[in-house]
């Protein structure tokens, strides 16, 4: 069964800071792995999106990478704001038969940047 | 606007009284998701549609009913609520099964007491 860990659980930084996130897969096979934002009562946000055969995509300040081989990928977010406070949520989708194109989320990092 | 639609964003019901959860989408997407959201447990698949009349289980389908009779629009049936549905629960689409690209609705938050 495939399993996808987002550690750690809840973040706390100050304003300005660069800031790793971190998810880890156990299923090699992935077809993409998406980071997604959500904020309190809202739904999620698709942020990058990275296709199996890519290493990295980076939107703005934000850059993720993805590394098959050791089943992990990191979201990177360059001079954080308060404004980039929400529960970030990586969902990899594998490239298998019977999956049907389901999406196994981790269970998210939850950010605060502080003033 | 491109959107998903789920109505309504907050329900409490009481045990054994069936309710709907409705999901539309305005992008002529073919496949449609409904997922729920738990503490400690991240979002996990109830149902899935791959096109009109072509719906499949996910990973947690006990308790839940689903219906694509038109593109549009995919509801959530829970014909007996208990309180381990209580949830938050989110509808998606996309244009394809094999598209890149979600689009989330805002989600439902359901209390079943």
């Known amino acids: 069964k495939q399993e996808v860990t987002q550690i750690p659980a809840a973040l706390s930084v100050p304003e300005g800071e660069n800031l790793v996130l971190n998810c880890s897969f156990t299923d090699s096979a992935i077809y993409n792995l998406q980071w997604f934002r959500q904020d309190p009562g809202k739904g999620l946000t698709s942020l990058l999106l990275i296709q199996s055969s890519q290493r990295e995509q980076t939107s703005g300040r934000l850059n993720a990478s993805l590394d098959k081989s050791s089943g992990r990928s990191t979201l990177y977010i360059a001079a954080s704001q308060p404004g980039d406070s929400a529960t970030y949520l990586c969902?990899?989708?594998?490239?298998?038969?019977?999956?049907?194109?389901?999406?196994?989320f981790g269970t998210g990092t939850r950010l605060q940047v502080t003033l | 606007e491109a959107q998903v639609t789920q109505n309504p964003r907050y329900l409490i019901t009481v045990t054994g009284k069936k309710l709907t959860v409705t999901c539309s989408q305005n992008m002529n997407h073919e496949y449609m998701s409904w997922y729920r959201q738990d503490p400690g447990l991240g979002l996990r698949q109830i149902y899935y549609?791959?096109?009109?009349?072509?719906?499949d289980k996910g990973d947690v389908p006990e308790g839940y009913k689903v219906s694509r009779k038109e593109k549009r629009n995919f509801p959530l049936i829970l014909e007996s609520p208990s309180p381990n549905q209580t949830s938050l629960y989110f509808c998606?689409?996309?244009?394809?099964?094999?598209?890149?690209?979600?689009?989330f609705g805002s989600g439902t938050r359901l209390t079943v007491v």
């Open positions: 998606a689409s996309r244009l394809t099964a094999s598209s890149y690209g979600y689009t």
């Open positions: 549609s791959m096109n009109v009349e072509v719906t």
């Open positions: 969902a990899e989708r594998l490239d298998r038969p019977g999956t049907a194109s389901k999406l196994t």
